[in-house]
């Protein structure tokens, strides 16, 4: 590891020529940053953008399309959104697809990863990265799989209330490339509506 040692000849002069001058100039420097960061701190930010930590949790209703067996499923979501340091946070998500099976196929997923998220008005619209396990059951019951599962996705919330948003929209690629008979996507969309807890 590379350690810094401030000497006089590191601010660029012989011993003794500028250091006391060059002192002053950085103690100035450090007085009107200062000055004028409690300026910039007196100026009102808008809460949506303010940064610090929100918690939310919600559910939605999904419809998505399965790449084995070509089925369209029917299902349910539930949420946790971390936003923190204004524009990124964490997100987890459990999905249950289990209406509309087609020979009785079904899958579950339990995802969580980063999102990132701007604020225009009401809007918020965002992108995520979510990885986890995939549960898949097979056509007539015939056995069940557990894999590896990477989602992509992206959004837009819609603020109704100060604590209540809309989940106007929410879209996820998921892809399961350890899927016991080769790499399998699907990919679908959801809406529903989250809860600020604080």
């Known amino acids: 590891m590379k350690i810094f040692v401030f000497s006089p000849q590191t601010w660029g002069g012989r011993q003794g020529k500028r250091p006391l001058r060059d002192?002053?100039?950085a103690a100035a420097s450090l007085v009107l940053c200062l000055g004028l960061g409690s300026m910039a701190h007196a100026q009102?930010?808008?809460?949506a953008d303010a940064g610090g930590f929100r918690l939310s949790v919600g559910g939605t209703a999904s419809g998505f399309y399965l790449q084995y067996g070509e089925v369209k499923l029917l299902g349910a979501s539930a949420f946790v959104d971390a936003d923190t340091l204004r524009h990124f946070g964490f997100e987890g998500e459990a999905r249950?697809?289990?209406?509309?099976?087609?020979?009785?196929?079904?899958?579950?997923?339990?995802?969580?990863?980063?999102r990132y998220s701007r604020y225009y008005g009401r809007f918020q619209p965002y992108a995520k990265g979510l990885?986890?396990?995939?549960?898949f059951n097979y056509t007539y019951n015939l056995g069940k799989d557990t894999s590896l599962v990477v989602a992509p996705g992206a959004?837009?919330?819609?603020?109704?209330?100060?604590?209540?948003?809309?989940?106007?929209?929410?879209?996820?690629y998921q892809m399961w490339p350890q899927f016991h008979y080769g790499s399998m996507s699907s990919y679908g969309v959801s809406t529903g509506f989250k809860f600020k807890i604080f």
Not at 131 to 135: A, T
Not at 155 to 172: K, M, N, P, S
């Open 23 to 25: 002192a002053w100039i």
């Open 131 to 135: 990885v986890g396990i995939g549960q």
């Open 96 to 114: 249950w697809l289990k209406f509309h099976q087609t020979h009785n196929i079904n899958a579950a997923t339990y995802l969580g990863g980063l």
């Open 44 to 47: 009102v930010v808008p809460s």
């Open 155 to 172: 959004g837009v919330d819609y603020r109704l209330t100060r604590l209540i948003r809309w989940r106007a929209v929410d879209f996820e």
